[in-house]
């Protein structure tokens, strides 16, 4: 499994725990039925996603432009603590 | 047992290439006298080129080429000692233990290059520029020193063994730079296939570092001649041998010689190298010593103008004589005279326009040859980029040599470990670093076949923001891969840490927040299945107005907005 496919498949587990919880405390009148949960949100994001070779691109770009943004930040914070001994 | 080269066979070698290395010397010797001519010009060149003032008069020599030579330095060279990096191989997979590896021999390299840099009183990664700037050429000499390495103990007592273990923190290699004129490597191969150093040392210090010598003077200065080759390694001092064996076994199995060429020169047709080795002072000599002269020129011009040449004429010349005895100069100054004595200036002769010409033509010769002194001009309102430009090109004449520098270094450090490769057994070897740290290198931890890249003037933080920026927009362009991408910003293969990046950017992608409130708004309200007819809405206008049914949220903005809220605390992905 590659690091994207891993990463999306994580990420969809952590919503689904985040909807279940969401909908119990707001909602404890609905029964809720897991799989139909899942099936739902995997066709809500594949129908958003439908060219998942454009989203992987996005991400990995963002995810250079995001780590350089946070090396920076921690260089910066290195360097403000030199200076002030 | 080897055939070992003879004293007579290294006589006649060193004989050899004084032949071929000494035109190139005699033009260092001048670039030398150039450097040092404002600190001793009397001895040096600049007289010879420097001529034609009156008698009593002491030129003055600006150190220009001295001052050259700091420009190259600090135009090349930023801080104490370069930086390195070691990459993996192309191609070699980026696991875990490779990355440990990597890491492992990057930190040794860098605390190496600290203790070189450090550990000498001349900081040889500034004085290699020296030599190979300013003359043409230098050599870095990078031995290992098996005295100081302790040996490996077996069966030891505790105290014994925390002594050996406190002796190996040590920095076991003799780093230094060797003078261009006696350096000799074989003119033949490229890479040199031995080396010949003839130079001077302390008689002293020839006895304690050669205990076998018998026959050497006890005082003043002794002749020193080195063979090196890799099998073979010898010391004469004057004809004695030093070493005990003669010539013995090269001990690190290793030359630990390099040879840096400026990158400014080329061989002559004939493969001679007295053009081959010139750095940065050779070819601005006369541009030098025309800028001496016109500046001494203008010297003697102002002191006419500021104290000019008198003329006393009457007709009696004694009379004349006396009056000009007489006269003091300067200011509230009275002169009597008689109105025979007449007093007039000298005629000065016009300064002609070849001179205006000329002076342009020297400055502009120096811009050729050192670059433009672009910076000064620089503006407060200059871009990064045209910054960055003019620091470029003031770099522009000295790249060559930074990059014989930096490669030089480099090979430095792959003897280094290649040494260390076959040396190092089951041992390991810790070095100190900044700050108290010991970096420590085991025989496993070398890759072979790693590159090493030597950088003496890695970027400033303001660089490398300009250079992230300028990459993260090449990125996005899709003209550079994010492989590419971390690869110039430094940042490690860590797959773990790169997948949490990924879902961590995932996590409120517009994508995956859309299916959640979807998921949501289905829910609370579910929707109806289309049934292919879709009533007619009744027109609404803008706010309602016109209508007399409110504005109503519809189920599925509902389920957003609860969505939305549920967003305002974070996910976490267990």
Partial sequence: MSLYTQAIENVKAAHLKAIQSFMEKNFPEIMLDQDAIKAEFERYFNDSTENAELLEQELITRYGMEEMQKQWARKGKGARRKRNG | ?574
Wanted: aromatic share 8%.
């Fill in chain 2, 1 to 574: 047992m080897p055939d070992r080269i003879t004293y007579e066979e290294i006589l006649a070698l060193a004989s050899e290439r004084e032949e071929v290395y000494g035109p190139m010397w005699a033009a260092m010797r001048k670039d030398w006298d150039c450097i040092i001519a404002s600190a001793s010009w009397r001895n040096a060149l600049i007289p010879e080129y420097v001529k034609g003032f009156p008698a009593n008069y002491t030129p003055k020599v600006p150190p220009i080429a001295k001052k050259a030579l700091e420009l190259f330095r600090t135009t090349v060279m930023v801080g104490e000692e370069p930086e390195v990096k070691i990459p993996l191989p192309k191609g070699m997979r980026s696991s875990k233990e490779n990355r440990r590896k990597r890491t492992a021999m990057e930190d040794f390299a860098k605390a190496w290059v600290y203790n070189a840099a450090t550990l000498s009183g001349i900081n040889p990664f500034v004085d290699i520029l020296n030599k190979q700037g300013g003359l043409g050429m230098g050599g870095i000499c990078a031995a290992f020193d098996f005295e100081k390495w302790p040996k490996p103990l077996a069966d030891v007592d505790e105290e014994t063994l925390e002594e050996y273990e406190k002796k190996k923190k040590c920095f076991p290699w003799k780093v230094s730079v060797i003078s261009p004129r006696g350096f000799m490597p074989d003119p033949w191969h490229d890479p040199p296939e031995d080396y010949i150093i003839k130079d001077k040392l302390n008689a002293r210090v020839a006895r304690k570092l050669y205990p076998h010598l018998t026959a050497a003077a006890e005082k003043g200065k002794l002749e020193r001649l080195i063979y090196c080759s890799k099998t073979d390694y010898a010391v004469y001092i004057g004809a004695e041998a030093a070493l005990a064996g003669g010539v013995e076994d090269n001990p690190m199995g290793d030359l630990w010689y390099e040879t840096v060429w400026s990158g400014n020169g080329e061989l002559k047709e004939d493969n001679e190298v007295e053009f081959l080795g010139q750095g940065i002072i050779r070819n601005a000599r006369d541009t030098i010593a025309m800028i001496v002269q016109a500046i001494n020129v203008a010297e003697i011009k102002r002191n006419v103008a500021a104290f000019t040449p008198l003329h006393y004429s009457a007709e009696d010349k004694t009379e004349a004589e006396e009056a000009a005895r007489a006269t003091v100069f300067g200011p509230d100054a009275i002169l009597a005279t008689s109105h025979r004595v007449k007093i007039e200036t000298f005629p000065q002769a016009d300064m002609p326009r070849e001179v205006v010409w000329t002076n342009e033509q020297m400055i502009m010769w120096l811009r050729i040859i050192y670059g433009q002194d672009i910076l000064s001009g620089a503006s407060t309102t200059d871009t990064a980029t045209t910054l960055m430009k003019n620091i470029s090109l003031a770099e522009a004449p000295f790249k060559p040599m930074r990059v014989n520098a930096e490669q030089a270094w480099a090979n430095v450090l792959r003897k280094v470990f290649r040494f260390l490769a076959n040396e190092l057994h089951d041992e390991q070897v810790s070095l100190p670093y900044r700050d108290g740290a010991i970096m420590t290198l085991n025989r496993a931890d070398i890759i072979e076949g790693c590159p090493i890249e030597v950088n003496y003037k890695p970027p400033t933080d303001e660089e490398r923001a300009f250079n992230a920026a300028r990459d993260a927009q090449l990125l996005e362009l899709h003209q550079i891969s994010p492989e590419e991408f971390r690869r110039r910003q430094g940042i490690e293969e860590d797959e773990e840490e790169q997948q949490k990046i990924l879902e961590g950017l995932l996590m409120y992608h517009d994508a995956v927040v859309g299916a959640s409130a979807m998921v949501i708004a289905n829910q609370i309200a579910p929707q109806p299945t289309p049934t292919g007819v879709v009533p007619e809405v009744p027109g609404v206008a803008q706010n309602g107005a016109g209508s007399d049914q409110r504005m109503q949220t519809s189920p599925q903005q509902v389920a957003v907005n609860q969505a939305q809220k549920m967003y305002e605390v974070p996910l976490g992905t267990q």
